[in-house]
């Protein structure tokens, strides 16, 4: 075979293999890491940084705490708080985090040691979301909303937009309906965020993560109706896939539980994922891949 046609062929070989591994990127095929609700006890604490080690081995590109990094009857403490932040540092890859309930919103409770949850939360927002990066060893870059709401994060991986959301459980902070309604309009705005942003570039999947159950009270008129609204009107508009990540209930989970507005049935683009809580701490692996054109997330037990 004469040179030049040997280079020329090995021209087209190459530039078909640069094609399909754009292509396979484009359509995302990789492995992150869900957990929430964890530790609670004493107990837990030694299991959780071993459980640190087990998600290390298993290398996936970044991994979500979607809140209640103590348990609600711990007290609210600095020294707490230092603790679990220097815990997520352990971690190899980037590690996200969103607070939970049981880390501002409960306490103001006396075994919560009677803080005004307030100022924990912007004690959170000092030792957790002060800079534009994820937690852990390998940092992420991430955007913030604004530095009124840093909890809230977004990011993208592979052709998927990622966002996280300050939903907590404990009825979304309702006792505090000025700063609920605020929060609740930034996380709105923030969703919309997302998913135009996932349009703008053509992405075939958003995934939410946050702490609350937001179908563990009245859908329609509950404390986290305002989110659940967002997350349906968002839905409604996208062809691609949506995948909620949340803790708070305690019950391992993955189902379509929203409604479609347009007819008696659910939204089949729409993936509920709960993970694990206490007593059970676990985590679990997501992998994203492509089907016939579609993306799918396909969860496993870690451990």
């Known amino acids: ?10 021209s087209v070989l190459w530039a078909c293999a640069a094609l399909n591994a754009v292509r396979a990127a484009d359509a995302g095929d990789f492995t992150f890491v869900a957990f929430g609700d964890t530790p609670y006890t004493e107990e837990e604490e030694p299991r959780f940084v071993s459980m640190i080690a087990e998600i290390n081995r298993a290398q996936p590109v ?29 971690f190899h890859q980037p590690l996200i985090f969103t607070p939970g309930d049981n880390e501002w919103t409960d306490c103001h409770r006396a075994f919560g040691a009677a803080f ?35 909890e809230n994060a977004r990011w993208e991986h592979q052709g998927i937009v990622f966002a996280t959301i300050n939903v907590p459980g404990s009825h979304n ?30 992405q075939r999947a958003v995934v939410i993560a946050m702490q609350a159950n937001p179908f563990s009270s009245d ?67 997501v992998r994203v891949s492509e089907r016939d054109g579609r993306i799918v997330f396909t969860p496993s037990l870690g451990g």
Request: net charge positive.
């Open 173 to 202: 902070n309702k006792a505090m309906p000025k700063e609920k309604a605020a929060r609740d309009t930034a996380n709105d705005a923030w969703i919309r965020a997302a998913f135009d942003g996932a349009r703008a570039k053509s």
């Open 116 to 150: 005004d949850p307030l100022e924990r939360l912007q004690k959170l927002r000092a030792l957790f979301f002060a800079d534009a990066v994820s937690l852990g060893q390998q940092k992420m870059a991430l955007t913030r909303q604004t530095p009124d709401f840093p």
């Open 62 to 90: 970044f991994s979500i705490h979607v809140g209640d990094f103590k348990s609600g009857w711990s007290p609210c403490t600095d020294a707490l708080f230092t603790q679990r932040r220097d815990w997520f540092n352990l």
């Open 219 to 285: 859908i329609k008129r509950g404390p986290y109706a305002a989110i659940l609204r967002a997350l349906t009107r968002e839905t409604v508009n996208f062809s691609g896939e949506v995948l909620l990540i949340h803790g708070d209930t305690h019950r391992y989970r993955m189902d379509q539980p929203l409604p479609d507005p347009r007819a008696r049935a659910t939204l089949r683009n729409f993936t509920r994922l709960e993970v694990f809580g206490y007593p059970f701490q676990n985590w679990v692996r």
């Open 1 to 10: 075979m004469p040179t030049l046609t040997k280079f020329l062929l090995a």
